[in-house]
């Protein structure tokens, strides 16, 4: 017997499938899906988050000096003698630790790049900006699960789909 679910797909198919709706499922909070693609994402959410609540304050903040372009009024970059003309600034910037940074990129490997259209910018590209999901485990989820030991989803049914009688549920974040 195998350890997973097929859902009657193949492999590079079922992978791709479980990624996206793992990503939309961290990204909204909640989603609405199948009862056996819910408990398959389920298995890929929690390990994340599981990760996310381990490795969660695993960091340390340095302050470093960049060179930053200096602005005009308008918010344009000032030349002089057709140079743009730099300022030092400090910065202060979190630093990973190997173990968090190997956590980072075992979650990209899951998570799909997202990006998000502010609801008065609706239909303008350049005003989409890109959602960084790890960040988002790291500091806003795995902060609220910090006490809680496995559970971090919730599966509620909600009844019989229309066209194949599939049973759908919610699957959400606790």
Same mark, same amino acid.
């Given at each position: ?33 199948? !009862?056996?693609?819910?408990? !398959? ?18 960091? !340390? ?10 602005? /005009?009024? /308008? ?5 002089? /003698? ?11 910037? =979190? ?61 509620? =049914? ?13 699957? !959400?974040?606790?």
């Amino acid at each position: 017997m195998a350890g997973y679910r097929k859902l009657g797909r193949t492999s590079n198919q079922r992978k791709a499938l479980l990624r996206n709706q793992v990503t939309a499922l961290l990204d909204n909070g909640k989603i609405r899906t199948t !009862e056996s693609k819910a408990k !398959e994402i389920r298995r890929i959410t929690e390990g994340l988050i599981a990760l996310a609540v381990k490795e969660k304050d695993n960091y !340390e903040t340095v302050t470093v000096q960049a060179k930053v372009a200096r602005k /005009d009024k /308008d918010g344009k970059r000032v030349k002089e /003698d057709g140079k743009v003309v730099f300022d030092t600034v400090e910065k202060t910037i =979190k630093k990973d630790s190997p173990s968090r940074l190997h956590a980072r990129r075992q979650m990209l490997k899951v998570l799909y790049p997202v990006t998000a259209v502010p609801e008065e910018a609706a239909g303008k590209k350049a005003a989409t900006k890109k959602v960084d999901l790890t960040d988002k485990l790291f500091t806003e989820i795995a902060p609220k699960y910090a006490d809680r030991n496995g559970g971090y989803t919730r599966i509620v =049914k909600i009844g019989q789909r229309k066209g194949d009688a599939a049973m759908e549920v919610l699957i !959400e974040l606790v």
